[in-house]
């Protein structure tokens, strides 16, 4: 592994890891499209080591929210375990859509997610409520969605964890990114496992990203549990737009022939 590629691996691990920590989420959102531009991977093993490395950015991440106090193993495994069936549903799919395709799926996710971050009211207080049976299906079914996301487009559920956290089990903001690391350590597991099957990981980058990445993580779960949360969403957002708009103009491209 040259220098170059060493140093580019090392910043994308670096950003993944702060926003990981920051904002509940595996860090996919920063990884894949990341991967894309400067290491130019194609979309499905960009998205297949962008899983490798969440399985340690999340596990490092769940970590240090277990000592704020913030994470909820009960809420987590009920979005957690219907992910496992979606990361299986969605690495499944994956492998059936044009690639180009995929980037202009998941320019439209983060365009989604930024939106949804501008038009929320910021943090909520809750510290969760009665799990009767509705409210545990409709978890179930946010699980469900999270993991055939990140078996897609390789990101860590967190898009989808972090409001059903909020507006079904009804969490705190804090609480909710907390949880949705926890959950989503074995969805990201499982998809790298499957990926790795189908001959997409690339484990060495996978393996080294994620690791760079821990200190990022670490540092962004300390500011998560100290900043403002509406600072966050809003700055987050404006990035997710910028990614968005890089890689819908490559998903419009046309394909490249092949001899």
């Known amino acids: ?39 130019q991977m194609d979309e499905r093993r960009a998205t297949s080591t962008s899983l490798g490395a969440i399985v340690l950015i999340a596990s490092a991440a769940t970590l240090t929210q277990g000592a704020y106090g913030t994470l909820h193993v009960t809420e987590g ?44 009211n910021g943090d909520a207080d809750g510290s969760g409520g009665d799990l009767d049976a509705g409210r545990v299906a409709l978890a179930a079914l946010f699980g469900y969605a999270a993991g055939v996301v990140s078996g897609l487009l390789g990101v860590g559920g967190g898009t989808l964890f972090v409001p059903g956290l909020i507006y079904v089990l009804g969490l705190g903001h804090v609480d909710a990114e907390a949880t949705s690391l926890l959950a989503m350590v074995p969805m990201s597991l499982l998809g790298a496992w499957r990926q790795h099957r189908y001959g997409n990981l690339e484990l060495r980058t996978s393996i080294t990203m994620g690791l760079l990445a821990i200190p990022g993580a670490l540092v962004g779960v300390v500011l998560a549990n100290a900043l403002p949360v509406r600072v966050l969403e809003i700055g987050f957002a404006l990035l997710l737009v910028y990614v968005a708009q890089r890689l819908g103009r490559r998903g419009l491209q046309k394909e490249p022939e092949t001899a």
């Open 1 to 39: 592994m040259d220098r170059r590629r060493t140093g580019a691996i090392a910043g994308i691990g670096t950003v993944a890891g702060l926003f990981s920590g920051l904002f509940g989420v595996g860090g996919g959102v920063v990884m894949v499209p990341l991967l894309i531009l400067l290491l």
């Open 77 to 120: 495994l009920l979005v957690g375990v219907p992910a496992l069936l979606g990361v299986l549903s969605g690495t499944w799919l994956q492998q059936r859509i044009p690639a180009r395709r995929v980037s202009l799926i998941f320019a439209v996710l983060l365009i989604a997610v930024a939106i949804s971050m501008v038009l929320s």
